[in-house]
């Protein structure tokens, strides 16, 4: 068994009501995803309580523990009325051999969970998006409320990109590349995901504060033509927005045509459970 190490709380990020991502500093020796470990709160006259908890975050990234508050609990309601980002507390792990999942297992790979259970899941779901796209794997999760679904945002925000990507296409816009901006833009697996959800070449400009550096430019475009001038937006984007070839990505064929797929399937299951979901939000039924 592992000994007991010191974890300090770097951040802390609301994802539901009741959940709450914690993310760690640890000096625990990288985990695989799947596995779990085990956290000790001690109180000033000695008393500890212990309980554990899954590592969502896939290996190598900083450790997140996503917690669930339980009404009259005893540690899961300190992390969310009490800790604060800097606390400390004790951390034993990674604990558990059996549920992982490492990218050389390969697949096809089912996932089912429901609620905080999802927090495993997460970590191999997002351990085969960096280190193996192209495994198969689908994620089966349930949850009371479309605002109870932890880690929304992440599951399903490809595809509400492509969503908006598709009011654009059929808007009659076309595009050869897209520009990825904001604090996305500076990961590699989100960058990776970006090009194969749209299947096409990312690029990310060196100005990491893109949306503000881009109302500048605006501003520099209207201060000359309000001094007479006759730039052009364009001109002035090329003469000062400058890409950092570095950072750029490229869609591989068989994940983005995965995704294209997925994306059907999504939109079938979205209109699915939206009925779902509209019939229950009424009292009477
Ligand atoms: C491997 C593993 C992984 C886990 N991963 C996660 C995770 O990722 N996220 C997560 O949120 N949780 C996870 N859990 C659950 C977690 O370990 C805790 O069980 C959970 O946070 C509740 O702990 P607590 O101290 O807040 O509540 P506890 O004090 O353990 O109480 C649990 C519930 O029992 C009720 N209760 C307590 N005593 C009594 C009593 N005498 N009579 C009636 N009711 C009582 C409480 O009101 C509360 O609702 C995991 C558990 C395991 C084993």
Redesign the pocket.
């Known amino acids: 068994m592992t000994s007991w190490q010191q974890a300090a709380i770097e951040r802390i990020v609301v994802q539901t009501p009741r ?1 709450k991502s914690f993310f760690l500093r640890t000096p625990i020796e990288r985990h695989v995803a799947g596995q ?1 470990l085990d ?1 000790r709160l001690t109180a000033e006259d000695g008393y500890h ?1 212990q ?6 975050s896939a290996p190598g990234d900083a450790i997140e ?15 969310h009325e009490v800790a604060q980002p800097g606390d400390t507390f004790e951390v034993r792990g990674p ?2 051999g059996h ?1 992982v999942w490492n990218a050389s297992d390969g697949g096809p790979v089912l996932l089912v969970g429901g ?6 899941l997460m970590a191999m779901a997002r351990e085969r998006n960096r280190a193996a796209p192209r495994v198969p794997m689908l994620l089966v999760y349930s949850s009371r409320t479309w605002e109870d679904v932890i880690f929304r945002d992440e599951l399903v925000g490809a595809h509400a990109l492509r969503n908006g990507f598709d009011a654009l296409l059929s808007a009659g816009l076309s595009f050869t590349a897209v520009r990825l901006t904001g604090g996305g833009s500076q990961s590699v697996s989100w960058r990776q995901m970006v090009a194969d959800v749209f299947a096409l070449p990312v690029e990310v400009p060196r100005q990491v504060e893109g949306a503000a550096f881009g109302a500048a430019l605006q501003a520099l475009w209207a201060y000359d033509r309000a001094e007479g001038g006759k730039s052009t937006i364009a001109a002035i984007a090329r003469e000062h927005a400058d890409v950092d070839a570095a950072q750029s990505a490229q869609p591989d064929p068989i994940v983005a045509d995965a995704y294209r797929e997925q994306y059907g399937r999504f939109l079938d299951h979205l209109e699915t459970t939206k009925q779902f979901y509209a019939r229950h939000a009424d009292p009477s039924t």
């Open positions: 959940v779990h956290v309580a309980r554990a908890y899954s590592i969502a523990l996503a917690i669930e508050e339980l009404a009259e609990g005893e540690v899961s309601p300190y992390f604990l558990g549920f609620g905080s259970g999802v927090a495993p």
